[in-house]
């Protein structure tokens, strides 16, 4: 019984998710109240009659209270989340007790993410959005809609199974000569081999990781990328085990589901034979949409040139075709959120993929965008504060500041093939706006703002979005460029491949029950650097980890979950050291501070949060980054590097004993011999 | 991108937060067509100064929402969240209940303390649809006011976690005084129409022989007129002032419960009308001592020590008259008492008829007692709960009871009885007691069926007897006198005594703090002082609600320790209790790397340790 629901205020359908007995549930409630048989309506149609209440309702109590609901709870235990991004309202359902009020919580909050890795910017105008996740076609909504299903099924999957995802920080396999070999390989001869090509078409390969499975292997930036940050390379993952799913954790894998397994050896992984043939036929498979007005605009805010307004293209499962995702980037002069990227997914072996990702030529223009948009954004605020319009058009950036800028750049778009009238059009009318003033002059000014916003994300929109380039020469790494790197690495890696993924290397190479006795588990992060450690908990047939296998590994599991969803509780409420007795078992957590020489630095407040907060971890939302903001305050001029340890013994081991291990445990386990560097 | 919100204070005052912010009750039911308007569905809403049409919306929205959300899940919304507020919701039929307090509010104690007001409701007035069919929506809403001015009343941070009840400081008090208070209830008991009771010093708990939620529920009503100025002649020697009652109502478990428990009737005196003993005053005013005498003299009067288990039986069936829907009264009499087989000695009839003779005659009597109070004007004290069942029955019942008056009428029926006028028992209830128009009361069927009792108070100064009785019991004269006399010597000693106990020195704040919550007793031990605006306190107290939250949602959870900036708590329970424990001083200054000399894990030990002269045993 699980659902997640992404609505308009209007109560139109953005999106929608059902596992098959809420579907079912569904039908049944609308058979029932159906009447005559005129057959069932389409699904759509009835999850949205029937949430139509709750989302009105939430409406209704913002405008009127201030005030809306965050969740509910029924006597036999289904839970409700709600959560109101902008104007896009989430719902999140769960009636059969798998997942709390947290895990819903955090489930809206990665889709959001995942929205935004996908649309970048345009998710900050709504109407823009909504009309992103809601194509007019229906063939294209429901191609749209099965990814985003797709994306959220693999995340709940990995967030159920793989402890990286259920702590968000990105595990290692821990192989010193083999990282670093690989690094090597990736730095030396993959990338600058991939850069120095004029096959990719102005791309250049910024990040390239290799992942067994959601384990990092090696992973190489280029020397003027930015760090990719651990939110974004954890969403990253779940596309890439979205697009090529790792059957490790699955007890009964079926081949005929998962594309990269069908075939017995490598060369069946190899991407086809590109032809320009193959170019034809895929462009001829999509709906022609050029000449088709889609939308009717009625609200004049949103009035936008309407031919710019293709609706986006959701790639066919092409592998060559890149994905265009949007990251975050920290450059010297801020951080840029939501910026372009191709991602390139190359499945080497079953389990095993390269991922690139390049930065595309036009990438300037993002940060234009985001410079402008910024700005829009703060003077709305300081109006919407009340602030008097030439006050607030004072504040930094000025829009003085970038005036000139946001002239130049109108003028370059006109140059360009982007549709930019619309934008010149509002942009006058808000530089003569400025000037004057009198009564209702914010309320104008504020709506002039709002106008000017959606419609730079429009024309972001048309950059990014919109498949560029012609079909003849697409914008992006060719094929046979592709072909090439997926080869250089198999030719690599062939070696170590059937190592690599026979041992699915236990990542700790510490053989604790021995050093540790009592120690059933333990996971410690680094969350300076989004990195986990720990014995793998696999509890398939297959794969039998030390705890053994069938059900007291699934029991500890279990119980490791709930651990982690308990201690972040506490965590949320400013506590950072918990120790539990339950049942026979003895559970631990700490959470601490170093500075970069390794001392124990004192430990300080930890902020208390409301229970509705967003959930804390790394993917959606980086709680552990504000945090070290917050308690670098104290500590300037130091750099803070913050670590968490989670153990489970024996209940029957004496304390003493289990702080004893703990405290080894979180010493070892960062020692640098272990911890190869990037 | 947003950032960290941090309360500005870590510590938010968890009393303040415990108060209720919006409290409604809404019927459904009468507004369902187009026209209507939702505020005709209003029965009652907390703060009454709300605008209404804010009253309008927050009830409008919530029902509607959490009839969606029912729907969806074909079952009842329990709690519903907003961002500033948290909401306990009872749905039942067509009536929606919503408390709303501060989202820093557990969960569990805002469900507990809606389910508290509701059930206090129903133990003063009965089912609440039938309770707005009979009152004014004024009515109820003072009521309504009442009970949650109570349960919000004073009471310290921990009792609210809690949910706990106020008794007295038992270490301050010597232990003898307990026993005495459990003797002279002990003592009412033997009285068969008298069911348990408890005894109440000052608004807390000195001895209790009901469940802690029904004391929870008597309690209200005390402390409401303990709280009421004191008539001037107001005092002990007038038993007029004295002695009150009010109809109450119990749930079926509720009062199988009561009648499971064993009562040693066998010492019980003979509280109806016999013929073969004489009525002694002074009877069940004992001591421990007198307990042991009359041992001996009982059981040489057969027909005394088999009263008790007879004299259930009639009423038992009184109470299922009581009891509205006839369907549900005769097949299934609530209690199941099983029956007593007949005895073959035949001297249980005379009892049983001068048992049903009692009844009518008392009966009689009472109603008049009432009607002279009445015309006497006597009754503003207790006014307002007067009437509360509305039917001829308990005219009396929330009346004051002039004892003087019943004396007078005990000489007539003495008198009738010798006579032996004998009146049908089934006949004489048709007569007397007009079926009271409740039939539709219970016609729901998620209501259970609420049997109606009484609940007989008996103060001397902050002292409170409180007993809860067959609803008869009023109009048996012999009874109460017996009660009554047999019980006031004993409780003014009981008075004088706990009156002379110093409050317990607030003591100076020592190197911990602890606090100790017996589950089963539902009683709270600690040596947290309730001063307001206990600053250092704080911590301990918030890390008690989580870890207490934690506690009732994990049922393998034994121990915890959890540690912030400013404190480390150490928690453990058991079935029976939960211990918290907080040691003051030492360094606070940590890493917060695991380090097993940190002082945090000693905590166990040290609560051990140090507890024991609390009478707190960990081990």
Same mark, same amino acid.
């Given at each position: 019984?699980?659902?997640?629901?992404?609505?308009?205020?209007?109560?139109?359908?953005?999106?929608?998710?059902?596992?098959?007995?809420?579907?079912?549930?569904?039908?049944? !409630?609308?058979?029932?109240?159906?009447?005559?048989?005129?057959?069932?309506?389409?699904?759509?149609?009835?999850?949205?009659?029937?949430?139509?209440?709750?989302?009105?309702?939430?409406?209704?109590?913002?405008?009127?209270?201030?005030?809306?609901?965050?969740?509910?709870?029924?006597?036999?235990?289904?839970?409700?989340?709600?959560?109101?991004?902008?104007?896009?309202?989430?719902?999140?359902?769960?009636?059969?007790?798998?997942?709390?009020?947290?895990?819903?919580?955090?489930?809206?909050?990665?889709?959001?993410?995942?929205?935004?890795?996908?649309?970048?910017?345009?998710?900050?105008?709504?109407?823009?959005?909504?009309?992103?996740?809601?194509?007019?076609?229906?063939?294209?909504?429901?191609?749209?809609?099965?990814?985003?299903?797709?994306?959220?099924?693999?995340?709940?999957?990995?967030?159920?199974? +793989?402890?990286?995802?259920?702590?968000?920080?990105?595990?290692?396999?821990?192989?010193?000569?083999?990282?670093?070999?690989?690094?090597?390989?990736?730095?030396?001869?993959?990338?600058?081999?991939?850069?120095?090509?004029?096959?990719?078409?102005?791309?250049?390969?910024?990040?390239?990781?290799?992942?067994?499975?959601?384990?990092?292997?090696?992973?190489?930036?280029?020397?003027?990328?930015?760090?990719?940050?651990?939110?974004?390379?954890?969403?990253?993952?779940?596309?890439?085990?979205?697009?090529?799913?790792?059957?490790?954790?699955?007890?009964?894998?079926?081949?005929?589901?998962?594309?990269?397994?069908?075939?017995?050896?490598?060369?069946?992984?190899?991407?086809?034979?590109?032809?320009?043939?193959?170019?034809?036929?895929?462009?001829?498979?999509?709906?022609?949409?050029?000449?088709?007005?889609?939308?009717?605009? /009625?609200?004049?805010?949103?009035?936008?040139?309407?031919?710019?307004?293709?609706?986006?293209?959701?790639?066919?499962?092409?592998?060559?075709?890149?994905?265009?995702?949007?990251?975050?980037?920290?450059?010297?002069?801020?951080?840029?959120?939501?910026?372009?990227?191709?991602?390139?997914?190359?499945?080497?072996?079953?389990?095993?993929?390269?991922?690139?990702?390049?930065?595309?030529?036009?990438?300037?223009?993002?940060?234009?965008?985001?410079?402008?948009?910024?700005?829009?954004?703060?003077?709305?605020?300081?109006?919407?504060?009340?602030?008097?319009?030439?006050?607030?058009?004072?504040?930094?950036?000025?829009?003085?500041?970038?005036?000139?800028?946001?002239?130049?750049?109108?003028?370059?778009?006109?140059?360009?093939?982007?549709?930019?009238?619309?934008?010149?059009?509002?942009?006058?009318?808000?530089?003569?706006?400025?000037?004057?003033?009198?009564?209702?002059?914010?309320?104008?000014?504020?709506?002039?703002?709002?106008?000017?916003?959606?419609?730079?994300?429009?024309?972001?929109?048309?950059?990014?979005?919109?498949?560029?380039?012609?079909?003849?020469?697409?914008?992006?790494?060719?094929?046979?460029?592709?072909?090439?790197?997926?080869?250089?690495?198999?030719?690599?890696?062939?070696?170590?491949?059937?190592?690599?993924?026979?041992?699915?290397?236990?990542?700790?190479?510490?053989?604790?029950?021995? +050093?540790?006795?009592?120690?059933?588990?333990?996971?410690?992060? *680094?969350?300076?650097?989004?990195?986990?450690?720990?014995?793998?908990?696999?509890?398939?047939?297959?794969?039998?980890?030390?705890?053994?296998?069938?059900?007291?590994?699934?029991?500890?599991?279990?119980?490791?979950?709930?651990?982690?969803?308990?201690?972040?509780?506490?965590?949320?409420?400013?506590?950072?050291?918990?120790?539990?007795? *339950?049942?026979?078992?003895?559970?631990?957590?700490?959470?601490?501070?170093?500075?970069?020489?390794?001392?124990?630095?004192?430990?300080?407040?930890?902020?208390?949060?409301?229970? *509705?907060?967003?959930?804390?971890?790394?993917?959606?939302?980086?709680?552990?980054?504000?945090?070290?903001?917050?308690?670098?305050?104290?500590? !300037?001029?130091?750099?803070?590097?913050?670590?968490?340890?989670?153990?489970?013994?024996?209940? /029957?081991?004496?304390?003493?004993?289990?702080?004893?291990?703990?405290?080894?445990?979180?010493?070892?386990?960062?020692?640098?011999?272990?911890?190869?560097?990037? | 991108?947003?950032?960290?919100?941090?309360?500005?204070?870590?510590?938010?005052?968890?009393?303040?937060?415990?108060?209720?912010?919006?409290?409604?009750?809404?019927?459904?039911?009468?507004?369902?067509?187009?026209?209507?308007?939702?505020?005709?569905?209003?029965?009652?809403?907390?703060? @009454?100064?709300?605008? =209404?049409?804010?009253?309008?919306? &927050?009830?409008?929205?919530?029902?509607?929402?959490?009839?969606?959300?029912?729907?969806?899940?074909?079952?009842?919304?329990?709690?519903?969240?907003?961002?500033?507020?948290?909401?306990?919701?009872?749905?039942?039929?067509?009536?929606?209940?919503?408390?709303?307090?501060?989202?820093?509010?557990?969960?569990?104690?805002?469900?507990?303390?809606?389910?508290?007001?509701?059930?206090?409701?129903?133990?003063?007035?009965?089912?609440?649809?039938?309770?707005?069919?009979?009152?004014?929506?004024?009515?109820?809403?003072?009521?309504?006011?009442?009970?949650?001015?109570?349960?919000?009343? %004073?009471?310290?941070? =921990?009792?609210?976690?809690?949910?706990? &009840?106020?008794?007295?400081?038992?270490?301050?008090?010597?232990?003898?005084?307990?026993?005495?208070?459990?003797?002279?209830?002990?003592?009412?008991?033997?009285?068969?129409?008298?069911?348990?009771?408890?005894?109440?010093?000052?608004?807390?708990?000195?001895?209790?022989?009901?469940?802690?939620?029904?004391?929870? #529920?008597?309690?209200?009503? @005390?402390?409401?007129?303990?709280?009421?100025?004191?008539?001037?002649?107001?005092?002990?020697?007038?038993?007029?002032?004295?002695?009150?009652?009010?109809?109450?109502?119990?749930?079926?478990?509720?009062?199988?419960?009561?009648?499971?428990?064993?009562?040693? #009737?066998?010492?019980?005196?003979?509280?109806?009308?016999?013929?073969?003993?004489?009525?002694? #005053?002074?009877?069940?005013?004992?001591?421990?001592?007198?307990?042991?005498? $009359?041992?001996?003299?009982?059981?040489?009067?057969?027909?005394?020590?088999?009263?008790?288990?007879?004299?259930?039986?009639?009423?038992?069936?009184?109470?299922?008259?009581?009891?509205?829907?006839?369907?549900?009264?005769?097949?299934?009499?609530?209690?199941?008492?099983?029956?007593?087989?007949?005895?073959?000695?035949?001297?249980?009839?005379?009892?049983?008829?001068?048992?049903?003779?009692?009844?009518?005659?008392?009966?009689?009597?009472?109603?008049?007692?009432?009607?002279?109070?009445?015309?006497?004007?006597?009754?503003?004290?207790?006014?307002?709960?007067?009437?509360?069942?509305? %039917?001829?029955?308990?005219?009396?019942?929330?009346?004051?009871?002039?004892?003087?008056?019943?004396?007078?009428?005990?000489?007539? #029926?003495?008198?009738?009885?010798?006579?032996?006028?004998?009146?049908?028992?089934?006949?004489?209830?048709?007569?007397?007691?007009?079926?009271?128009?409740?039939?539709?009361?219970?016609?729901?069927?998620?209501? $259970?069926?609420?049997?109606?009792?009484?609940?007989?108070?008996?103060?001397?100064?902050?002292?409170?007897?409180? &007993?809860?009785?067959?609803?008869?019991?009023?109009?048996?004269?012999?009874?109460?006198?017996?009660?009554?006399?047999?019980?006031?010597?004993?409780?003014?000693?009981?008075?004088?005594?706990?009156?002379?106990?110093?409050?317990?020195?607030?003591?100076?704040?020592?190197?911990?703090?602890?606090?100790?919550?017996?589950?089963?007793?539902?009683?709270?031990?600690?040596?947290?002082?309730?001063?307001?605006?206990?600053?250092?306190?704080?911590?301990?107290?918030?890390?008690?609600?989580?870890?207490?939250?934690?506690?009732?949602?994990?049922?393998?959870?034994?121990?915890?320790?959890?540690?912030?900036?400013?404190?480390?708590?150490?928690?453990?329970?058991?079935?029976?209790?939960?211990?918290?424990?907080?040691?003051?001083?030492?360094?606070?200054?940590?890493?917060?790397?695991?380090?097993?000399?940190?002082?945090?894990?000693?905590?166990?030990?040290?609560?051990?340790?140090?507890?024991?002269?609390?009478?707190?045993?960990?081990?």
């Amino acid at each position: 019984m699980k659902c997640l629901l992404i609505s308009s205020q209007s109560a139109e359908v953005l999106f929608h998710w059902t596992d098959p007995e809420f579907y079912q549930n569904v039908q049944a !409630q609308y058979g029932a109240s159906q009447e005559d048989g005129h057959g069932l309506p389409a699904f759509e149609d009835s999850i949205s009659t029937l949430f139509a209440p709750i989302i009105i309702s939430c409406i209704t109590m913002v405008d009127r209270l201030g005030d809306s609901y965050t969740s509910f709870t029924t006597e036999n235990n289904h839970i409700y989340v709600l959560h109101q991004f902008d104007e896009c309202l989430y719902i999140a359902v769960n009636g059969d007790g798998e997942e709390g009020e947290g895990d819903l919580r955090r489930k809206i909050y990665v889709m959001k993410k995942m929205i935004e890795v996908m649309f970048g910017m345009v998710t900050l105008s709504s109407n823009l959005l909504k009309r992103e996740l809601r194509p007019q076609d229906t063939e294209q909504r429901a191609r749209l809609w099965e990814y985003l299903q797709s994306l959220l099924e693999t995340y709940s999957h990995l967030r159920e199974n +793989d402890q990286s995802f259920l702590v968000e920080a990105v595990e290692r396999l821990i192989h010193p000569t083999l990282c670093e070999q690989c690094i090597e390989f990736l730095e030396r001869r993959l990338v600058q081999q991939l850069n120095s090509s004029v096959e990719r078409a102005g791309e250049e390969v910024l990040h390239a990781f290799i992942l067994v499975h959601t384990k990092l292997l090696a992973f190489y930036s280029s020397r003027n990328a930015s760090t990719l940050s651990t939110s974004d390379l954890l969403s990253l993952i779940i596309m890439s085990q979205n697009m090529y799913p790792s059957n490790t954790d699955q007890d009964d894998p079926n081949p005929e589901d998962i594309e990269s397994t069908s075939g017995s050896g490598p060369e069946s992984f190899y991407t086809p034979e590109p032809s320009p043939t193959n170019m034809d036929s895929r462009s001829s498979d999509m709906p022609v949409r050029e000449s088709t007005p889609l939308f009717e605009f /009625v609200d004049p805010d949103v009035q936008m040139a309407e031919d710019s307004l293709h609706t986006l293209e959701v790639p066919l499962p092409d592998p060559s075709t890149p994905r265009r995702v949007f990251l975050e980037v920290s450059l010297k002069d801020g951080l840029f959120p939501m910026m372009p990227h191709s991602m390139y997914c190359l499945p080497l072996w079953p389990g095993i993929t390269l991922v690139l990702l390049t930065k595309i030529p036009t990438s300037a223009v993002a940060m234009s965008v985001y410079t402008f948009l910024e700005a829009f954004a703060k003077l709305e605020k300081r109006l919407n504060e009340g602030q008097e319009g030439p006050a607030a058009t004072r504040g930094q950036p000025t829009i003085h500041d970038i005036r000139s800028k946001l002239d130049k750049f109108i003028k370059a778009l006109g140059a360009s093939e982007i549709q930019s009238a619309q934008l010149q059009n509002v942009w006058t009318d808000f530089k003569n706006r400025i000037g004057r003033g009198g009564p209702g002059f914010n309320r104008e000014l504020i709506r002039s703002c709002k106008n000017m916003k959606t419609q730079l994300c429009g024309v972001y929109r048309q950059c990014f979005l919109i498949e560029s380039g012609t079909a003849d020469s697409p914008r992006r790494l060719s094929p046979g460029l592709q072909e090439r790197a997926q080869t250089m690495v198999q030719d690599k890696l062939m070696d170590w491949k059937d190592f690599l993924l026979c041992i699915d290397l236990d990542p700790v190479n510490l053989t604790y029950l021995e +050093d540790f006795p009592g120690l059933i588990h333990f996971i410690c992060v *680094d969350r300076s650097t989004g990195q986990m450690i720990a014995p793998s908990l696999n509890i398939t047939e297959r794969n039998v980890s030390e705890l053994g296998k069938g059900p007291l590994a699934q029991f500890i599991k279990s119980k490791v979950w709930s651990l982690v969803s308990t201690t972040r509780r506490y965590l949320q409420k400013g506590y950072s050291t918990v120790t539990l007795r *339950d049942g026979d078992f003895y559970f631990c957590y700490f959470l601490w501070f170093e500075n970069e020489t390794g001392y124990k630095l004192e430990a300080g407040d930890i902020p208390v949060l409301a229970d *509705d907060s967003a959930p804390i971890g790394m993917l959606a939302w980086d709680y552990y980054r504000k945090l070290l903001r917050y308690y670098s305050k104290n500590h !300037q001029g130091e750099v803070v590097k913050c670590y968490e340890l989670l153990t489970v013994h024996l209940g /029957v081991i004496p304390t003493e004993v289990i702080l004893q291990h703990c405290r080894q445990l979180a010493s070892k386990l960062w020692e640098p011999s272990r911890n190869p560097l990037l | 991108m947003a950032e960290l919100i941090v309360t500005s204070n870590p510590y938010p005052d968890l009393l303040s937060a415990f108060v209720c912010n919006y409290f409604f009750l809404y019927d459904g039911s009468k507004v369902r067509g187009e026209s209507d308007q939702t505020r005709e569905g209003i029965c009652y809403f907390y703060p @009454e100064e709300t605008p =209404l049409d804010r009253q309008e919306l &927050l009830c409008g929205q919530l029902a509607g929402a959490g009839r969606c959300v029912s729907e969806l899940s074909s079952s009842p919304v329990r709690i519903l969240n907003l961002h500033r507020n948290r909401f306990a919701i009872r749905m039942e039929d067509d009536l929606l209940w919503a408390l709303g307090c501060s989202v820093e509010v557990p969960t569990v104690s805002v469900c507990e303390l809606l389910d508290q007001l509701i059930n206090l409701f129903c133990f003063y007035n009965g089912s609440v649809r039938h309770s707005y069919q009979l009152n004014s929506q004024e009515t109820l809403a003072s009521r309504w006011a009442q009970y949650l001015s109570h349960l919000q009343s %004073g009471s310290s941070e =921990l009792q609210h976690i809690f949910s706990c &009840l106020k008794t007295i400081d038992s270490t301050n008090v010597d232990p003898l005084l307990l026993l005495k208070a459990a003797l002279i209830l002990q003592a009412c008991q033997r009285c068969p129409l008298v069911l348990a009771g408890c005894i109440l010093f000052r608004g807390r708990v000195v001895s209790t022989q009901m469940s802690p939620q029904l004391t929870m #529920k008597v309690m209200v009503h @005390e402390s409401g007129t303990y709280t009421k100025p004191q008539r001037p002649n107001g005092q002990s020697s007038s038993f007029g002032s004295a002695v009150s009652s009010t109809a109450v109502f119990l749930t079926p478990s509720e009062l199988q419960y009561l009648q499971s428990t064993p009562v040693d #009737k066998d010492f019980s005196s003979h509280s109806t009308p016999h013929k073969n003993t004489p009525l002694k #005053k002074t009877r069940l005013s004992r001591t421990l001592s007198d307990t042991l005498s $009359s041992t001996e003299s009982e059981p040489s009067d057969p027909g005394s020590s088999q009263s008790p288990q007879k004299l259930l039986s009639p009423h038992l069936s009184e109470s299922s008259v009581y009891s509205s829907d006839p369907s549900q009264s005769t097949p299934n009499p609530p209690p199941p008492q099983p029956p007593e087989p007949p005895l073959s000695n035949g001297k249980h009839s005379p009892v049983e008829e001068s048992l049903e003779e009692s009844y009518y005659h008392s009966f009689h009597s009472n109603g008049e007692g009432g009607s002279q109070i009445d015309n006497g004007g006597d009754s503003s004290a207790f006014g307002e709960n007067s009437h509360l069942y509305g %039917g001829g029955v308990d005219g009396a019942c929330g009346e004051e009871f002039n004892f003087r008056v019943a004396e007078e009428s005990h000489d007539n #029926k003495v008198s009738e009885e010798v006579s032996g006028r004998g009146c049908g028992r089934v006949q004489g209830h048709e007569v007397e007691r007009p079926d009271p128009p409740r039939s539709d009361a219970f016609e729901h069927p998620g209501e $259970s069926p609420l049997i109606p009792m009484t609940l007989y108070l008996h103060r001397v100064k902050g002292l409170v007897l409180a &007993l809860l009785v067959e609803p008869h019991f009023l109009s048996d004269k012999a009874s109460m006198e017996e009660v009554y006399h047999s019980s006031l010597a004993s409780l003014n000693g009981l008075e004088a005594h706990l009156r002379s106990v110093s409050p317990g020195v607030p003591g100076a704040p020592g190197p911990y703090i602890f606090a100790h919550f017996d589950c089963i007793q539902s009683t709270l031990t600690s040596n947290l002082s309730g001063r307001p605006g206990g600053a250092p306190e704080r911590p301990f107290v918030r890390a008690t609600s989580l870890l207490h939250s934690h506690f009732c949602n994990t049922e393998t959870l034994q121990e915890a320790i959890i540690r912030s900036a400013g404190a480390a708590v150490y928690g453990t329970r058991s079935v029976a209790q939960e211990t918290y424990f907080q040691q003051h001083g030492g360094s606070l200054r940590n890493s917060g790397i695991p380090n097993h000399q940190d002082s945090a894990f000693s905590l166990p030990g040290k609560a051990r340790h140090r507890l024991l002269k609390h009478g707190v045993n960990l081990l």
